[in-house]
């Protein structure tokens, strides 16, 4: 190969800063890529950009649903997080987001016409804990049996999707729903009280905040949270150190769990209200690459998420405005995360010009 | 259970474990040079939505699973490049690939969503399809049928009785000795990874253009993470590859016959449409519960980047 007059040079010591200007510089690339993307497809930049990163947010219902957007994003990337520190692949925060709206569609429908206070905070437990005990099963296989959990857990996804379905075609289908696959309105009881007045922005931010904040807490402020992190940056001296890795395994598969359950019943006790089939527009996949991009670390995640959540917006608003499809979302979130771990080499390795030797 | 019924289960087996055959040797191939790449469900979808567009446009399926094989190889190396240029790590490129690929394809197909193709006719093989009960479901069927056992005698051949796959495979082993030795360890995993995004690729487009003919939002449906788990149970052999396809094959089709059975069995189709789910499972605790089996098979650099020079 011929060589270029660029090269890779390893750098002595890990760059301090390139692990916080990388995400900076991929959503820079992001949004040049995005520009391109709209040229190429033959639509003006200039208005794609617009409509795509900018119209979403220009004015305040737009910020209430971005901030709507971003809360489940919040909550799964930062259950996600905790395992990822550790090394635990769990892939399938989609599927116990499903299990969570499951959940707490089961406690809102057994106590149908209850109008107890009680009810939410109990659709809040069932959905955290049929999150956590969709991520208990990759959870056990790979402590018991060294199943690969990201196989395991991603396979669940399908599970969960197929579990949906059957539930809203079925037993739980709306008996005046003109057989539409989805589960009949929620009692208001049921439903999380809405922030501000005249947008559809609920109390599940709140929880989210909250849980960011624990999320901080446990990984910065606690004992196991630090014997988490020395397992993710260093595992043989996690070894010699004696910290348990099967519990490691299960505290980062049940804190996913449970709080991608919390962001399902988050969605149908929010702005759905009721649940469908649809019940997740990938929120799950879409908080890998959130906390990735947040840098495994609450605030980053805060960040991340709001970001994560204008592309969703975005997708829908040059779907509405430039008959575009709005999996073009998707596209850029993924062009998101390789830019991300493209930039990343630089943590590592510095570009020089000139050949070597030279 | 008559013969007919049987031609025709074990007929539909074949079809259903073709895409995951195809798709899995590619994946030993990329995996034995030591790269694992979680992408290969993005690359079946990208292969699958082009194999479907050319074929639309063109007419002629053969063209439209060249293309296919061209669009996983073309995402595959994005893989590449930021695993072996810029040393990516390989977990989280793979899933980037696998989000990215099921995205862009869902992007690319939506025009093509609500078309159907025309439904590729088999290839009758003369003599041997006339045998009884299995001459009708293994040779009378699509050409790529035929291709897929091509090609699995072809990885068979290329790994273990080539000098070629002998240097592969000691990449995937050591690519330090490798390296030392005078091999271009990048350079031969570059062409793992393309030759394992081509199969995945023509695994899509099989999908697509040859078994359903149709497309879909989601059509792959899981089935390049299956054909991951496929090579993990085969312990990177691939005459299990071909024998663990055809069982997921069987589990996969299992819900059409009972449904087509008239047997008075009250399961949810979506209950049974699990079943390969949960079947991949079950196979990976049964395989991954033997440690010493897995290390002792496995390439020992599997994951793990390299890079000459550092």
Redesign the interface.
Known sequence: MPELPLRLEARAEPSRWMPYLSPLLAVMLMLLAGVLVFWALGKDPAEGFRLFFLNPVKDAYGVSELLLKATPLMLCATGLAIGFRANVWNIGAEGQFILGAVGATGVALYFQGSESRLLLPAMVVGGALAGAAWASIPAFLKTRFNANEILVSLMLVYVAQLLVSWLVFGPWKDPDGFNFPQTRMFDDAALLPILVDGTRLNQSLLIALAVLIAGYVFMYRSYTGFKMRVAGEAADAARYAGFSANRMVWIGLLCGGGAAGLAGMAEVAGPMGQLTDKVSLGYGFAAIIVAFVGRLNPLGILFASLLMALLFLGGEQVQQYMNLPSSISMVFQGMLLFFLLGADVFINYRLVIGRRGA | MDGNLITAMLFATVVAGTPLIITALGLLVNEKAGVLN?GSEGMMAMGAVVAFAVTHHSGNPWLGAGAGMLAGAAVSL?FG??TLT????Q???G???A??????S??IG?PYESIALKAVPPVRIPFISDIPVIGEAFYNQQAMVYLSWVLFWGVLWFLYRSRAGLVLRSIGESPASAHSIGFPVI?IRYLAVLFGGAMAGLGGAFVSVFYTPMWV?GLV??RG??A??LV?FATWRPLRVMVGAYLFGGVMILQLFVQGSGLQIDF?A??L??LP??A??IV??VI??N?SS?RLNSPASLGKPYRPD?
Do not use: C, D, H, M
């Not at chain 2, 810029?86 to 790590?89: H, R």
């Not at chain 2, 989000?99 to 862009?104: A, C, K, R, S």
């Open positions: 979680l994005l490049f930021l810029l040393q990516a790590n977990v989280a490129s899933l980037a690939l989000i990215f690929g099921v995205g862009l869902a992007f939506k350079a939002e449906a899981g993470w299956i991951l788990a993990v949810p979506q209950f449409s699990s789910y949960w991949t499972i990976l605790v991954s519960r440690l897995i550092a």
